[in-house]
């Protein structure tokens, strides 16, 4: 968003950036939902004002993604480190084998919940690069319940160009940080989860799509609200679910299919990342650590080998009006994301700055 100092482009990793639409409407259903006199703050779920929003919100997705009847959308709490938990809750026996790839973060946090719940193997991993590749072979025995892959490491600034949808197993995915930004067949994934706030709205609310058919197949017992099965009986409504977060997603997915839907953020996914990693390339005072065919095309991963010029160019970033572009605490450097709400000209006037900075500095 804009204000009165003038444009400000936002970078930041999570939560992150929506299209100005999307705020200027969940500020209204704050104020007055739907002329009804009241905030959507104020009223129940299960109610005539409210229900249309979940509707409205499940069937979009649905379309968006080209979901089939077998896959279902959920809404629900607990951000995608729950899913992390819920996942094998819900879809591997403790004497089973679930096979994860190792690809940095948050495939390493998915992987320690997953061992809570049953045997986990390493199908592939990219730690040794220090997860600035992905792993060029996987191992995954046909016994294995699932295949759990990040689709997007949001934090290394790796992703996964080829979904690995011959594993011969169910493939399980965490998409929080690509989810929507580029086309493949999602119906091809038995369980996908991501949380909101990256690429699809508010902080809050977690969406689930899962195949109906890999449900009632542990043995163990699952509390009511952990499980899925629950949550597709009651629409999402098991319990008061997160209704603002809903909403803004809800505002979120309707721009979304107004410029064009998947297709289209792909589209320009492949512009802003393109002439971001070419820029990059081409002036050797930054270094993109990720090797090129793992490059992400949403969280873009740099450094500056001198640590005096890399405070120097975040300083000048701060000056631009250039927000969130510092790397996560853990990776330092300098992490740029590219989420579908971004413009083109947030990054343009980026690598505007890096060719003046190495003009001046290089
Ligand atoms: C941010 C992120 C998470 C964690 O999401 P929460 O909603 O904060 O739990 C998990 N996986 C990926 C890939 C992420 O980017």
Redesign the pocket.
Known sequence: MANSQGVLHNFN??PSILPKEVFQEASQAILDFKGSGLSILEIGHRTSLFQPVMDEARALLKELMGLDDDHEPLFLH???????MQVPMNLLNENELACYTETGT?ST??IKEARLFGHVEIAGSSASSHFTSMPSQLNVPATAAYLHI??????AGTQWQQIPFDCGVPLVA????DILSREMDFNRFSLIY?????NLGA?GV?IVVVDKNMLGKVERKIPTILDYRNHIKEGSMLNTPPVFAIYVVMLNLRWLKAQGGVKEMQRRSEAKSKLLYDTLDSLPIFNPVVEKACRSKMNVVFTITDPVLENEFNTRCMEERMIGVKGHRSVGGFRVSLYNALPLQSVEALTELMKEFAKIKG
């Open positions: 990793a999570g607990g951000g995608a480190s729950t899913q992390f948050w946090k998915a990040t689709t997007n490491e949001t934090i965490d998409m929080s940080s991501a949380g909101a706030q990256k902080a977690n």
